[in-house]
């Protein structure tokens, strides 16, 4: 890959609200001039849980930035070229994805679904969720991506995401969506 412009990363889960908005916030701040991140769901629920806006709240991110959208923003001729995509849950990374801009490397980081914790432990799970993914965004910011081909990156990424499997194994559409 080459280390000339910022990298575009796309973090996947279906319903867009709590995991991918972390990613994509994490990677946004940690990856600054370097990476550039989005978030997006195959079937988004519309807005940001609110125990992932006082997620990013209490780490330092400004939650009003966060938005949940469909991965379709980001599946057009107009949309971004991106470099990689990660999908964060088993149901994103078993579904047909879009064609994405870029030809980009696709890896798998399953994560439990934080908003699925009960809601005493909620704030508990949602912080575990942070701090895991910001301990992988951590190791792909450190990588050297200018010196890596295609199959080392993804085997890399493969690594970081604990040597799961799924989307980077499943097909892509044909076309634009």
């Not at 867009?16 to 988004?44: C, H, K, T, W």
């Not at 930035?65 to 995509?85: C, I």
């Not at 870029?102 to 704030?123: F, I, K, N, R, Y």
């Not at 942070?130 to 990424?157: C, F, G, V």
Request: include cysteine; aromatic fraction near 6%.
């Amino acid at each position: 890959m080459q280390d000339t412009q910022p990298y575009k990363v796309l973090f996947v889960c279906s319903g867009n609200s709590a995991r991918s908005i972390l990613a994509e916030a994490i990677l946004n701040r940690m990856g600054q001039g370097r990476f550039v991140a989005y978030s997006a769901g195959s079937d988004p629920v519309g807005h940001v849980h609110p125990a992932a806006s006082r997620t990013l709240e209490m780490n330092g991110h400004d939650p009003r930035t966060a938005r949940s959208k469909t991965w379709l923003e980001f599946a057009g001729p107009e949309a971004p070229r991106l470099d990689m995509v990660f999908t964060l849950c088993d149901r994103a990374a078993g579904e047909v994805c879009p064609h994405w801009q870029g030809e980009p490397v696709v890896a798998h980081w399953d994560l439990s679904d934080p908003a699925e914790a009960p809601l005493p432990d909620q704030m508990a799970a949602f912080h575990a969720t942070y701090m895991d993914l910001e301990r992988r965004i951590t190791l792909l910011t450190a990588l050297p991506l200018a010196a890596l081909d295609r199959l080392a990156l993804k085997a890399r990424l493969r690594d970081i995401g604990g040597g799961g499997t799924g989307m980077s194994e499943m097909p892509l559409a044909a076309g634009p969506a």
